[in-house]
């Protein structure tokens, strides 16, 4: 699909709801997209996983500081590969997701908020919603990170991509949480 048709004024205008500042974001998105998709899909190269077929993931977002007078200073896309060496116990092994990876450098530079992430992997079944989709969506520790962060909004964007083949989703972080969710996601 092409980002041009993904990110057109007519969406745009549909995102925004004559919010200003939304509107920026989204045209600093539509600018952005292609390198924020080949960030995360570069990202996933750095992830370290004890599968015997790698699950390696990428993260690059799109986060927002005010203060500098100059729009696109405003803007800074970070990165995240996922990091999970051992299999084993949950809460005793170091791990660490690309989501949180880049939410993380994000927070300690200053930045407030999140106006979109890629996220790019090989899709499965999510283990807690046990939905398929075509992409991989994040999973339900970055899902509840999400909606706990003072840096993500409910119209946040999720953008989703396979590794390699050109399959893309776009989803707001309140569409992905209402979609996961809604199939007794944390019960």
């Known amino acids: 699909m092409s980002f041009k048709r993904l990110f057109n004024q007519e969406w745009i205008d549909a995102q925004a709801c ?8 989204l045209k600093v998105l539509q600018r952005l997209c292609n390198s924020l998709i080949s960030e995360a899909r570069e990202a996933a190269k750095d992830a370290i996983s004890y599968r015997p077929i790698p699950f390696q993931v990428g993260a690059a977002g799109l986060f ?3 203060g500098p007078s100059c729009v696109f200073a405003r803007y800074k896309i970070f990165t995240g590969a996922n990091f999970k060496p051992f299999k084993g116990r949950p809460g005793n092994d170091p791990t660490l997701c690309a989501e949180k990876m880049a939410l993380e450098w994000a927070k300690q530079e200053g930045y407030e908020y999140m106006v979109a992430m890629a996220i790019a992997g090989d899709a499965q079944e999510d283990s807690v919603s046990k939905l398929k989709p075509p992409t991989l969506h994040c999973c339900h520790c970055c899902r509840v990170m999400f909606e706990e962060s003072d840096l993500v909004g409910e119209s946040s964007l999720l953008i989703t991509v396979d590794r390699r083949k050109p399959m893309i989703e776009v989803h707001t972080v309140g569409e992905i949480l209402r979609k996961h969710n809604g199939n007794n996601c944390g019960q």
């Open 18 to 25: 004559n919010d200003s500042q939304r509107r920026v974001h």
């Open 64 to 66: 927002f500081k005010s």
